[in-house]
């Protein structure tokens, strides 16, 4: 008898916790949107899964700079002299925005 006492007892405090707990996380609201987690889908998340993709060289951040710019006259030429000055300082500094990558592996 105290054996199925207690495991009623656990069973129910385990149901209680588990549906005053999990809803009131998935339903959070801050005004804008839900806290809970989405699963990887912001927008946020894929821009940094990408950014993250990019391997840190400068002739890859060269064949970036002349895939992003398609719509530049100049890009290639742009690009290029980007690239040669990121193999001599290994910073690359993006032609067209100004943006600085420090830390480039010189390839």
């Known amino acids: 008898m105290k054996t ?3 495991i009623l007892s656990l069973a129910i405090s385990g149901a209680a916790l588990a549906s005053t707990v ?3 996380a998935a339903t959070k609201m801050n005004g804008k949107c839900c806290q809970s987690s ?11 899964m990408a950014r ?4 840190h060289t400068c002739s890859a951040y060269a064949a970036s700079c002349i895939r992003d ?7 290639v030429e742009m ?8 193999m001599r300082t290994g910073v690359h500094v993006g032609p067209y925005s100004g943006r600085q990558f420090a830390g480039m592996t010189r390839i």
Do not use: F, H, L, N
């Open 22 to 24: 999990i809803p009131a």
């Open 38 to 48: 989405d699963g990887g889908r912001s927008a946020a998340y894929k821009r940094v």
């Open 4 to 6: 199925i006492a207690v």
């Open 52 to 55: 993250r993709a990019i391997p």
């Open 69 to 75: 710019s398609a719509s530049r006259t100049d890009r």
């Open 79 to 86: 690009c290029m002299a980007a690239k040669a000055q990121c």
